[in-house]
């Protein structure tokens, strides 16, 4: 599992190429034991807030870059384009700038027009997403092409 979580940060910038499912599941998987293990520090240091919560933020920035470019090396090991995985990237990206932004108090009462625009641009948006998040996963949990492509040769093989 380290091998792979050192792979995932040695090629954080390299989007050419394949990458296997232990690729980018290794990676999840040593993410989320991270995030779990500083949580659980967080609640029996007496660290103040602000810095936990810039570290966590630090920390999701950083891990976006090197998700994106394996995630696009695994649907380049299906032989698929890198559309889907700028998308997400995109939405993703969004998301954490929302984060960062103080929340804007909308009045979602539908008493205007315009208020029911924005709800259902939302939900399209947000139903956009799951769709999309459903299809990456879909095609992340799939065994890649045995044969190579115009991606690279299956790194199954390489040694």
Request: hydrophobic share 55%.
């Amino acid at each position: 599992m380290l091998h792979y979580y050192k792979l995932y940060w040695l090629n954080a910038l390299k989007i050419h190429g394949r990458a296997r499912r232990k690729e980018f599941w290794y990676p999840i998987l040593a993410t989320l034991i991270i995030e779990i293990v500083a949580s659980i520090l967080n609640s029996v240091l007496p660290l103040p807030s602000w810095l936990t919560y810039t570290i966590a933020t630090v920390f999701s920035i950083v891990n976006l870059v090197p998700s994106f470019t394996v995630t696009v090396r695994r649907f380049h090991d299906l032989d698929m384009t890198m559309k889907i995985p700028v998308i997400l990237f995109v939405f993703s990206i969004l998301a954490d700038i929302n984060d960062l932004i103080p929340s804007i108090n909308i009045d979602f009462t539908f008493n205007n027009v315009i208020n029911i625009i924005i709800a259902v641009i939302f939900i399209v948006i947000v139903a956009a997403f799951l769709i999309l998040g459903i299809i990456s996963l879909a095609v992340c949990c799939t065994r890649g092409n045995e044969q190579s492509n115009k991606y690279g040769i299956n790194p199954k093989y390489v040694n």
